[in-house]
């Protein structure tokens, strides 16, 4: 992304089947992310639990209810953007 916009760098596009499922998910990813003491920048859309999302400055999550994501449609949105295997960038980066 960062050669798209001066947002960020990376988008992280994932989506839950229930809004449960959009909380949960996020609620792991910023508990996962505070054990090694990174906190998001602001956090958006914990009051409907259709799109959350956590803002990390370089990384930008957004944790969809699979409607949403379909209705918005971020992928085509940004589709100039390279998208990454997330395990692998995982592996290689030793995360």
Not at 30 to 55: A, C, F, M
């Given at each position: 992304m960062?050669?798209?916009?001066i947002?960020?760098?990376?988008?992280?596009?994932?989506?839950g089947?229930?809004?449960?499922?959009?909380k949960?998910?996020a609620?792991?990813v910023?508990?996962?992310l505070k054990?090694?003491?990174?906190?998001p920048?602001?956090?958006?859309?914990?009051?409907?639990?259709?799109?959350i999302?956590?803002d990390?400055n370089?990384?930008i999550?957004?944790?969809?209810l699979?409607e949403?994501?379909?209705?918005y449609?971020?992928?085509?949105?940004w589709?100039?953007?390279?998208?990454?295997?997330?395990?692998?960038f995982?592996?290689?980066?030793?995360?």
């Amino acid at each position: 992304m960062r050669d798209l916009t001066i947002i960020t760098d990376y988008f992280v596009i994932t989506n839950g089947n229930s809004n449960t499922q959009v909380k949960a998910i996020a609620g792991e990813v910023e508990y996962e992310l505070k054990q090694q003491g990174i906190t998001p920048e602001r956090v958006e859309g914990h009051q409907s639990n259709n799109w959350i999302l956590l803002d990390f400055n370089s990384v930008i999550v957004h944790i969809f209810l699979g409607e949403t994501r379909e209705f918005y449609s971020l992928e085509h949105l940004w589709n100039d953007g390279e998208q990454l295997d997330v395990q692998a960038f995982l592996e290689e980066n030793h995360v």
